[in-house]
């Protein structure tokens, strides 16, 4: 997990993104807002990631739940837009593919500077899913090639809107 490490580089950000206190908003919108366009087995499995997601905007969740609560660096593109804030839940890096538990929670300031959990992303390393082999697929979509870091990635915008696709990689709306 080395390699994930030096991705991140431990950079940590403004100690106001870890409020434990941070709500997610009264009304999260309808999963139809986010999977418009994809059939009911993507919707339902949006449902699934977003019922089992749902305790984590409260950061004290994640935490217990073992991803950190310390911001690593927020990751971004000059051109494309942002990625955000990429919580890794280290024991689960494994060969499972459980839309229930995603490898990562990726939040986003919401403006105020405080953390708003607005995707996830679940890997899959090449030591269980050779990047020779086809790749795994979850979501009804294939897992992308992250050769610089050894494994095979799917993003899912499930609660924020992202005007470049529900498993698009950067966000155009997340700004670091």
């Given at each position: 997990m080395h390699h994930i490490a030096?991705?991140?580089?431990?950079?940590?950000v403004a100690p106001a993104m870890a409020c434990a206190g941070h709500k997610p908003p009264p009304k999260?919108?309808?999963?139809a807002n986010f999977a418009d366009g994809?059939?009911?087995?993507?919707?339902?499995?949006?449902?699934?990631?977003?019922?089992a997601t749902d305790k984590y905007h409260e950061l004290a969740a994640a935490e217990a739940?073992?991803?950190?609560?310390t911001m690593p660096k927020?990751?971004?593109?000059?051109?494309?837009?942002?990625?955000?804030?990429?919580?890794?839940?280290?024991?689960?890096?494994?060969?499972k593919q459980e839309i229930?538990?995603?490898?990562?929670?990726?939040?986003?300031s919401d403006g105020e500077g405080k953390p708003e959990l607005v995707a996830v992303e679940y890997?899959?390393?090449?030591?269980?899913?050779?990047?020779?082999?086809?790749?795994?697929?979850l979501f009804g979509q294939e897992y992308?090639?992250?050769?610089?870091?050894?494994y095979w990635g799917l993003h899912v915008w499930a609660w924020r809107k992202n005007a470049a696709g529900l498993f698009a990689d950067w966000n155009p709306a997340i700004r670091c």
């Open positions: 030096r991705w991140f580089g431990f950079a940590l999260a919108a309808p999963v994809f059939d009911a087995n993507v919707r339902r499995d949006v449902e699934t990631l977003r019922a739940a073992g991803y950190p609560t927020c990751i971004a593109d000059s051109t494309m837009g942002g990625m955000g804030y990429h919580m890794i839940d280290r024991k689960s890096i494994d060969e229930e538990h995603p490898e990562m929670l990726i939040y986003a890997i899959v390393p090449y030591r269980v899913h050779p990047s020779t082999e086809k790749p795994p697929r992308k090639r992250y050769d610089q870091f050894n």
